[in-house]
Structure formats: structure tokens, C-alpha cells
């Protein structure tokens, strides 16, 4: 009986430990923002650090506007007709974040990436090495590889309270 407490403990203990090793989830302009004409993204990314196996997350209204991800040259120039990816145009884009490196995106639709007073509908993310962020549950669903990563961990437990059960 003090084996299977003890094995038990275990389950939960290393439960916990694998759920807080995942990446964090950046809700691009939150708390007081979106991909949107009002955020300053500049003061948003300086104020957060990003590592590979972290994810971007940009809400935004269907259609008014665009995420494209962009070389240097467009995005310091706001060219959004040579793109590297066109990324989405609905209420949420997801953009996974896996390696270090400088990625830029902007607003492809004309006028937003040039907005004065915010500068614009572009934003530079730094990634560098490191583990994944941590960051607070998202305010909104996870995109699936959150919710795969969170099934693993829950399969995980399960099959160890399994096993355990056998030994006993």
C-alpha cells in the first residue's frame, strides 16, 4: 500500500513537472492590445522574450486585416508584395516560433504598416536561445499543438497510474 502512495506521488508530481515545461503562447499586443492600428508592437516585443517552441498568436478582425511575414528590406519599407508567407487573414493566426532568429511581420493591407503615432502594423521578434517561456493559461482555446502536448501529458500519467496498478 505505501508503494502505490508512493508511486502515486510520483504520477503527480512528474505530471506537474512535464505541464510547466511547455512553450508559452504570446497573445501579439495583450494584455491592452491586438494586431490592430492602435498597439505600439515596439513596446510590446521589448517587453517580452522569446525562445524556439514558443508560439505567436495574432487576433485580429476578419478581413480589415493581415499577417505576412516579410524579409528586413520589407519590413523597414512596409512592402507587402513580395512576402515570405501570407499567414492569415481571419480572427486568429497562430505562428510557431521553433528556431532562434529575427522574424518580422506586418499588415499587408496598404496603410497599416505605415501608420504614424504607433508605428505601424509591424512587429520584429527576437528569438533567442533558451528554454520556452513561461507564460499563464491562454484567455482563449490553445492551438492544437498546446492541446496535443497536453493529451501527451495526460496519456503520460495515465499509463504510469496503469502500470503502477499492475505492480501492485
Not at 117 to 124: E, I, V
Not at 145 to 159: D, H, K, P, Q, Y
Amino acid at each position: 500500500m505505501a508503494a502505490m502512495k508512493t508511486i502515486a506521488l510520483l504520477v503527480v508530481v512528474s505530471t506537474a513537472v512535464l505541464g510547466t515545461a511547455s512553450a508559452a503562447t504570446h497573445r501579439v499586443g495583450e494584455p491592452g492590445g491586438a494586431w490592430d492600428l492602435t498597439t505600439d508592437y515596439g513596446v510590446w516585443a521589448s517587453s517580452n522574450k522569446f525562445h524556439p517552441g514558443d508560439e505567436l498568436i495574432f487576433r485580429h478582425q476578419a478581413g480589415a486585416h493581415n499577417v505576412l511575414e516579410v524579409s528586413k528590406a520589407d519590413y523597414d519599407s512596409c512592402n507587402a508584395t513580395s512576402p515570405i508567407t501570407t499567414l492569415g487573414a481571419g480572427f486568429f493566426t497562430y505562428v510557431a516560433l521553433p528556431a532562434v532568429g529575427t522574424r518580422y511581420f506586418i499588415c499587408g493591407i496598404p496603410g497599416h504598416c505605415t501608420t504614424t503615432g504607433t508605428g505601424g502594423m509591424k512587429l520584429k521578434i527576437d528569438v533567442v536561445p533558451g528554454s520556452p517561456s513561461s507564460s499563464p493559461a491562454p484567455a482563449m482555446p490553445p492551438p492544437s499543438s498546446a492541446a496535443a502536448s497536453a493529451r501527451a501529458t495526460i496519456g503520460f500519467g495515465l499509463v504510469v497510474l496503469l502500470a503502477a496498478g499492475f505492480m501492485a
